[in-house]
Nanobody, 127 residues
């Protein structure tokens, strides 16, 4: 049974930091690219960050570049999102997602490019 379990969300003041974790099981994590998306109330899922299966290539939403860092530990089947200098507009439910096999690069920022999703973790930034 495939599971993606996010943790690490919470409420922090603007300028603060959070580190999200996503523990994966039930599939070949070490050979699967991963991503983080977020969804604010009343909005669609928004791509945040992508990491290749080796961890050697990453990609970010422009507004989080320089503030967020995606990483992975294939020995622990876990992907992380370090979020620094948080802003109120970062408030959302954050989801980790596992990429489809042989996903085309053009689909990296699109939800349909991902086959497994976690349940989400709430991140709230107060001003």
């Amino acid at each position: 049974q495939v599971q993606l379990v996010e943790s690490g969300g919470g409420t922090v003041q603007a300028g603060g930091s959070l580190r999200l974790s996503c523990a994966a099981s039930g599939y070949s994590f070490s050979s699967t690219a991963m991503a983080w998306f977020r969804q604010a109330p009343g909005k669609e899922h928004e791509f945040v960050a992508f990491i290749s299966w080796t961890g050697g290539w990453t990609n970010y939403l422009d507004s989080v570049k320089g503030r967020f860092t995606i990483s992975r530990d294939n020995a622990k089947n876990t992907v992380y999102l370090q979020m620094n200098n948080l802003r109120p507009e970062d408030t959302a439910v954050y989801y980790c997602a596992a990429a489809q096999q042989y996903m085309a690069p053009s689909l990296r920022g699109i939800p349909s490019g991902y086959k497994y999703w976690g349940q989400g973790t709430q991140v709230t930034i107060s001003s």
